[in-house]
Nanobody
């Protein structure tokens, strides 16, 4: 089991910055990738940024160049630095961890979610 706790959300003006953090605990050595998703009212949850253990990163087109995801393995923390925020970035942001364990021939896997943190971009 992996437990995720997000922090850092809040209210910010357009053009401002926020930094989200997610602390993982439990079976953190089983984590293969971590990421951030968001869900705005009336919309589906969407990928914002994802980083895998070997360093590969991918971003949603809408945030590429403005957001930066980083993973501190030693601190079991994944962060999302959000710059040049826009009103359309307003959403609940969820931390995500993809984990696998067991024999290589037949691994088990699961996805874990944090409770979410609200980000509101408004004047």
């Amino acid at each position: 089991q992996v437990h995720l706790v997000e922090s850092g959300g809040g209210l910010v003006q357009p053009g401002g910055s926020l930094r989200l953090s997610c602390l993982a605990s439990g079976r953190t050595r089983t984590i293969d990738a971590m990421g951030w998703y968001r869900q705005a009212p009336g919309k589906q949850r969407e990928l914002v940024a994802r980083i895998i253990g070997r360093g590969g990163v991918n971003y949603a087109d809408s945030v590429n160049g403005r957001f930066t995801v980083s993973w501190d393995n030693a601190a079991n923390t994944v962060s999302l630095q959000m710059n040049s925020l826009k009103p359309e970035d307003s959403a609940v942001y969820y931390c995500n961890a993809e984990a696998s364990w067991g024999p290589v021939e037949a691994p088990s896997s699961s996805v874990f979610w944090g409770q979410g943190t609200q980000v509101t971009v408004s004047a």
